[in-house]
């Protein structure tokens, strides 16, 4: 008898701690349903861009095997279609190699665009759909040639990096038969809930993203989205992939940071005052008569009106460091716009005179176009190679 | 994601009893076809040695909404001469004589290694992209159809009995 209330007591005991180890974590991260989040795959539009960015995204490009042509790429985009609008509702595949991976989709996205070397290898130029075939070489790039071009590409996003690694695995092993893989480049911004309703930061610790147009209003879709010919509803998409340079600018001054971009670190007020939703003042001028937002910095020289925005949704990338220790890291700028026209204008200017590339390497520079969403039934593309 | 699924598991109850109470014609709605699949044609496709045609597998799950089992027997397509069920038992590829019993407010999985459609005396190669019509046929006269994506499939050997040379 007495042991028996040793032993229960002992029980007793132990759940207690349990219970107050419980108590006294000091993380709480157990009260999302994140996990079980979707963003619908079909619609007038492809997800994954006109939404706040995910934690995490992959982005890959494929090139079409040998003997491709119209009819495989379609047979391609079919298969892709419908993996792509099983996994984004977080069902695994039938054929699915690591089903429970597809569970826990956490508002993952999958979006697809085309490059003009594919039209070029199925022998239909003609159905390219925009002016451009390239962004042009800028004396800045320092190109590696790594991340420059790709036949398709497909961006996958989501808060949960190993549902984004599952849909990259099952997209890429069932392309197999019509394509193989060209680069791929992986991001990352906040986690989900940190800093909400804001725009993250990139890794030189500027808020990356301000005088976006909101999400959802007439402004983001006359930017973004295409309005008539064969891309109607779809977009042009820019990846230009840029290093940082960390070692100077670790040493910088904030003063210095702050005029490098025309805005405060601490909150992305333009230095003419006011706070990051005040328009910048270019006529305003500090107290040395000098213009308050120096004439090189990054964000007057981006600075467009006259309705020539463009859709920004930069992702921080981490390379990790090198054997002589400098950090591999930096952005992989992307941007959509419905008239690459105006991407092409900013990035010109920039090239020329931006503060910031003292610090910013441009390493990779790509350019495809993003079909228009789909309706069940459909395929992604069909829209461009069917038109 | 538990709750949620118990949830759904609900809901589909609730819904399945709702049709096998409202629906005279029992056996049109009581079968339902989800994620159909094909294999793909490749090196390990097998062939019949006397036609040269090859044969494939066709993947899905079959849910039976009523309160009576019914038997899956066979079905047609115009891709494929015959078309039978199938199930793997050590390794080898039997066809099911009786054919397959979908329980009542049940489903079944035909899966990779298990169970399967035998889509036979094929008219084509079926390549990856290829979309395919099939009609299943059941025990009480009811047919159903699916239209399924043919795509690659990696597996072993073994769904067709066949041996795996080192």
Same mark, same amino acid.
């Given at each position: 008898?007495?042991?028996?209330?040793?032993?229960?007591?002992a029980i007793?005991v132990?759940?207690?701690?349990?219970v107050?180890?419980q108590?006294?974590?000091?993380? +709480?991260?157990s009260?999302?349903?994140?996990?079980?989040r979707?963003?619908?795959?079909?619609?007038?539009?492809?997800?994954?861009i006109?939404?706040?960015?995910?934690?995490?995204?992959?982005l890959i490009?494929?090139n079409l095997?040998?003997?491709?042509?119209i009819?495989?790429?379609?047979r391609?985009m079919?298969v892709w279609t419908s993996?792509?609008?099983?996994?984004?509702?977080g069902?695994?595949l039938?054929? =699915?190699s690591?089903a429970e991976?597809?569970? +826990?989709?956490?508002n993952?996205?999958?979006?697809?665009g085309f490059?003009?070397s594919?039209f070029e290898?199925i022998?239909k130029p003609?159905?390219?759909?925009?002016?451009e075939t390239?962004?042009p070489?800028?004396?800045?790039?320092?190109?590696? $040639?790594?991340?420059?071009?790709g036949?398709?590409?497909?961006q996958?996003?989501?808060d =949960?990096?190993?549902?984004?690694?599952?849909?990259?695995?099952?997209?890429v092993r =069932?392309?197999?038969p019509f394509a193989?893989?060209?680069?791929q480049?992986?991001?990352?911004?906040?986690?989900?809930?940190?800093n909400?309703g804001e725009?993250?930061?990139?890794?030189l610790?500027q808020?990356?993203g301000?005088a +976006?147009?909101?999400v959802?209003?007439?402004?983001f879709?006359?930017?973004?989205w295409?309005?008539?010919?064969?891309l109607a509803? $779809?977009?042009?998409?820019v990846?230009?992939?840029?290093?940082?340079?960390?070692?100077?600018w670790?040493k910088?001054?904030t003063?210095?940071?702050?005029?490098?971009?025309?805005?405060?670190?601490?909150d992305?007020?333009p230095l003419s $005052?006011g706070d990051i939703?005040?328009?910048?003042?270019?006529?305003?001028?500090?107290h040395? $008569?000098e213009?308050?937002i120096?004439? +090189?910095?990054?964000?007057?020289?981006?600075?467009?009106d006259n309705?020539?925005?463009?859709?920004?949704?930069g992702?921080?990338y981490?390379?990790?460091?090198?054997? =002589?220790g400098?950090?591999?890291?930096?952005l992989?700028?992307t941007?959509?716009?419905s008239?690459?026209e105006?991407y092409?204008?900013i990035?010109?200017i920039?090239?020329?005179?931006?503060a910031?590339?003292?610090?910013t390497?441009?390493v990779?520079?790509?350019?495809f176009?993003i079909?228009?969403?789909?309706?069940?039934?459909?395929w992604?593309g069909q829209?461009?190679l069917e038109p | 994601?538990k709750?949620?699924?118990?949830?759904v598991?609900?809901?589909?109850l609730s819904?399945a009893?709702?049709?096998a109470?409202?629906?005279?014609?029992?056996?049109?709605?009581?079968i339902s076809?989800?994620e159909?699949?094909v294999r793909?044609?490749?090196d390990?496709?097998?062939k019949n040695?006397?036609s040269g045609?090859y044969?494939?597998?066709?993947?899905?799950?079959i849910?039976?909404s009523?309160d009576e089992?019914?038997?899956l027997?066979?079905?047609?397509s115009?891709?494929?001469g015959v078309i039978?069920?199938h199930?793997?038992?050590?390794g080898?590829m039997l066809?099911?004589?009786e054919?397959?019993?979908?329980?009542?407010n049940?489903?079944v999985?035909l899966?990779?290694g298990?169970?399967?459609v035998?889509?036979?005396e094929?008219n084509s190669?079926?390549?990856?992209?290829?979309?395919?019509t099939?009609?299943?046929k059941?025990?009480?006269?009811s047919t159903?159809d699916?239209?399924?994506?043919?795509k690659?499939?990696?597996?072993?050997?073994e769904?067709?009995g066949?041996?795996?040379?080192?």
């Amino acid at each position: 008898m007495k042991k028996t209330s040793a032993i229960v007591l002992a029980i007793l005991v132990g759940v207690l701690a349990l219970v107050a180890n419980q108590i006294a974590a000091p993380w +709480n991260n157990s009260e999302s349903d994140l996990g079980s989040r979707t963003v619908p795959f079909y619609g007038a539009h492809q997800s994954g861009i006109e939404m706040q960015r995910q934690a995490n995204v992959t982005l890959i490009a494929l090139n079409l095997i040998e003997g491709s042509d119209i009819e495989s790429v379609g047979r391609m985009m079919r298969v892709w279609t419908s993996d792509a609008a099983l996994l984004t509702q977080g069902k695994p595949l039938l054929t =699915d190699s690591q089903a429970e991976m597809a569970e +826990n989709p956490a508002n993952l996205t999958i979006t697809f665009g085309f490059g003009y070397s594919l039209f070029e290898k199925i022998g239909k130029p003609e159905l390219w759909p925009i002016a451009e075939t390239a962004i042009p070489a800028y004396k800045i790039d320092k190109l590696e $040639g790594r991340w420059d071009s790709g036949d398709v590409l497909i961006q996958v996003s989501g808060d =949960d990096p190993n549902s984004v690694f599952h849909a990259v695995h099952e997209l890429v092993r =069932d392309g197999a038969p019509f394509a193989t893989l060209a680069w791929q480049q992986r991001g990352f911004v906040n986690a989900a809930g940190v800093n909400e309703g804001e725009d993250s930061r990139n890794l030189l610790g500027q808020i990356d993203g301000t005088a +976006n147009a909101k999400v959802g209003t007439p402004e983001f879709a006359e930017r973004t989205w295409v309005q008539d010919g064969s891309l109607a509803n $779809g977009t042009t998409m820019v990846i230009r992939r840029t290093r940082m340079n960390f070692g100077t600018w670790d040493k910088l001054s904030t003063t210095k940071k702050d005029a490098a971009l025309g805005r405060t670190l601490a909150d992305g007020a333009p230095l003419s $005052g006011g706070d990051i939703n005040t328009p910048m003042d270019f006529g305003a001028q500090n107290h040395e $008569g000098e213009p308050a937002i120096p004439d +090189n910095a990054h964000a007057k020289l981006a600075f467009t009106d006259n309705n020539q925005g463009i859709t920004r949704r930069g992702w921080n990338y981490d390379d990790g460091y090198s054997v =002589d220790g400098t950090h591999d890291a930096g952005l992989i700028f992307t941007a959509f716009q419905s008239d690459l026209e105006r991407y092409l204008k900013i990035q010109a200017i920039l090239a020329e005179m931006d503060a910031l590339n003292i610090w910013t390497t441009p390493v990779g520079s790509a350019l495809f176009v993003i079909p228009a969403g789909v309706t069940e039934g459909e395929w992604v593309g069909q829209s461009l190679l069917e038109p | 994601m538990k709750k949620l699924l118990s949830l759904v598991a609900v809901l589909g109850l609730s819904i399945a009893g709702l049709t096998a109470c409202s629906n005279t014609d029992k056996a049109e709605a009581a079968i339902s076809i989800s994620e159909p699949v094909v294999r793909a044609i490749d090196d390990i496709s097998p062939k019949n040695e006397a036609s040269g045609k090859y044969m494939t597998g066709s993947f899905m799950t079959i849910a039976n909404s009523s309160d009576e089992d019914i038997t899956l027997t066979g079905g047609s397509s115009d891709v494929a001469g015959v078309i039978e069920i199938h199930e793997v038992i050590d390794g080898s590829m039997l066809p099911m004589a009786e054919g397959l019993v979908i329980p009542a407010n049940g489903d079944v999985k035909l899966r990779m290694g298990g169970y399967h459609v035998m889509l036979m005396e094929l008219n084509s190669e079926l390549k990856a992209g290829d979309e395919v019509t099939v009609t299943l046929k059941f025990s009480d006269g009811s047919t159903a159809d699916y239209t399924a994506p043919v795509k690659t499939i990696a597996m072993d050997d073994e769904v067709y009995g066949v041996e795996m040379t080192p």
